[in-house]
């Protein structure tokens, strides 16, 4: 599973870092995503394909 | 159509909406002010309109419907509220300042703080009690005082100012030019206050920025900025808690299932937010530029209301979607909107919402609904909707 995030359209809600904070994070100056691990173990598939699916910027992409 | 449409109950949406989305995706309504818009209620073609970066629900240009029944068409409406922040880079720059106050660390960090206002005020009370009154309302008020360091004995008037300024038919003219008038004198010279005993709070820093000059952010902005922060602090998340809860007890067996598993909590709040049958009259975009949607043009300078909760129960997106599932996932309701205006305090909220529910839980475990949920009454004439009351008993 790869990960790619689209720094220009986050719109820093936080829902990612709620629902997968091992995956991501986000900038203290301006709440912008921050990918702390672009290729995550299997295990944590679920709650990815949660966090980009949820995305009010759909600014999460999930390769399998 | 008159818009908004009516509900069967306080819980139930209206008819229309189901019978609109399968056969009249784009249909023509008649707001308050009596001016004509187009209502979308499919959750594509709502979700698409609300994240496309080029329109806004700024409704100050002439050939823009206006919204309620009052001179200026209302707070979409008002044109002293548009500024540089308001649409395109400046709304972006606007956006990122204040979003660092509102990411998932800095208020996960409140929880513990949220936890303790819940506990004092559900102390406060015996049953039978109002739960809008007693917990829904005070909650977020204190919160969001605490995080602007506005003081929340003022919380009496910040509810009326914010009524006002949400209306859409419930006052007259005198009555919200003056709330107007006040609101932003209480704002501006609070602060003023803050530049001279500045505290660790979002007003403080906002003023420290304004006073750099270096173009971030100017005095009208801050207090605008400072006015739509309480307001949207204060009624969205208040009239929800009401909502979620008299939506756990009406069909109490939702309340049961949480009671059994905690776990439940962040997917039940996700759920609460979709199934909202009465939360706002939809999210206004002026579409600016000729627009396509579901096979229709729409002209330059036409009026949309999207209906957020209309979408919210599309069957083509949300399996069983007139069910309230709590453990639903994914959960991709678009309840705070979609895209770069979608809400900035949507994890405040979450937050907010969760702790709550988590306390009652476990200080309440008996609660239940003291009316049948036909009987509960919606809040009238504003832009925002709630219950008005929600009665309890444990």
């Not at chain 2, 995080?147 to 009326?160: C, I, K, S, T």
């Not at chain 2, 396509?292 to 300078?301: C, D, H, I, N, R």
């Amino acid at each position: 599973m790869e990960i790619t995030v689209d720094e220009d359209a986050c719109c820093g809600a936080g829902q990612c870092v709620m629902i997968a904070p091992e995956v991501f994070d986000q900038r203290d100056d301006d709440g912008v995503v921050i990918l702390l691990d672009p290729a995550p173990p299997p295990e944590l598939r679920p709650a990815v394909e949660n966090a980009a699916a949820v995305c009010p910027a759909a600014a999460i992409s999930v390769f399998p | 159509m008159e818009y908004p449409f009516t509900q069967p109950s306080a819980l139930e949406p209206p008819a229309e909406w189901a019978r609109l989305r399968d056969e009249c995706p784009v249909s023509r309504v008649r707001m308050a002010s009596g001016d004509e818009t187009v209502l979308l209620t499919r959750y594509e073609d709502v979700r698409t309109l609300l994240a496309d970066p080029r329109f806004t629900h700024n409704l100050s240009r002439p050939d823009a419907a206006r919204i309620a029944d009052s001179e200026s068409g209302g707070v979409f409406n008002e044109a002293s509220l548009v500024t540089d922040m308001t649409s395109g880079e400046g709304h972006l720059r606007w956006r990122r300042m204040m979003s660092r106050s509102f990411t998932a660390k800095r208020v996960n960090a409140l929880r513990p703080r949220i936890e303790e206002i819940a506990h004092e005020l559900i102390s406060a009370v015996q049953p039978p009690v109002d739960l809008v009154s007693a917990l829904g309302f005070p909650l977020p008020v204190f919160v969001i005082c605490e995080l602007l360091g506005v003081p929340a004995d003022h919380r009496d008037r910040f509810a009326h100012w914010s009524d006002a300024m949400l209306n859409l038919t419930k006052f007259k003219q005198d009555e919200l030019d003056t709330a107007a008038r006040e609101f932003h004198e209480f704002m501006a010279a609070h602060v003023l206050a803050k530049r001279d005993n500045p505290g660790d709070d979002l007003l403080s820093e906002l003023a420290t920025i304004v006073d750099a000059q270096d173009g971030r952010l100017t005095e009208v902005e801050l207090i605008i900025t400072a006015q739509g922060l309480l307001v949207a602090g204060h009624e969205t998340t208040a009239n929800m808690i009401g909502k979620m809860v008299a939506m756990l007890l009406a069909d109490r067996s939702r309340w049961e299932a949480l009671l059994a598993d905690r776990g439940l909590i962040p997917s039940a709040v996700e759920e609460a937010l979709r199934f909202d049958a009465n939360p706002n009259i939809g999210i206004p975009r002026y579409v600016s530029e000729q627009y396509e949607v579901a096979g229709e043009t729409l002209p330059a300078g036409t009026t949309v209301i999207t209906n957020l909760a209309s979408a919210n129960r599309d069957g083509c997106v949300f399996a069983d979607a007139d069910e309230m599932v709590l453990d639903r996932r994914p959960n991709p309701h678009i309840a705070f909107g979609a895209g770069p205006h979608s809400c900035l305090g949507q994890a405040l909220a979450r937050v907010e919402l969760q702790t709550v529910l988590g306390v009652l839980l476990d200080r309440l475990p008996g609660l239940r609904l003291d009316v049948e949920p036909a009987a509960l009454r919606r809040r009238e004439g504003l832009v925002v909707g709630g219950i008005e009351e929600v009665p309890v008993r444990w």
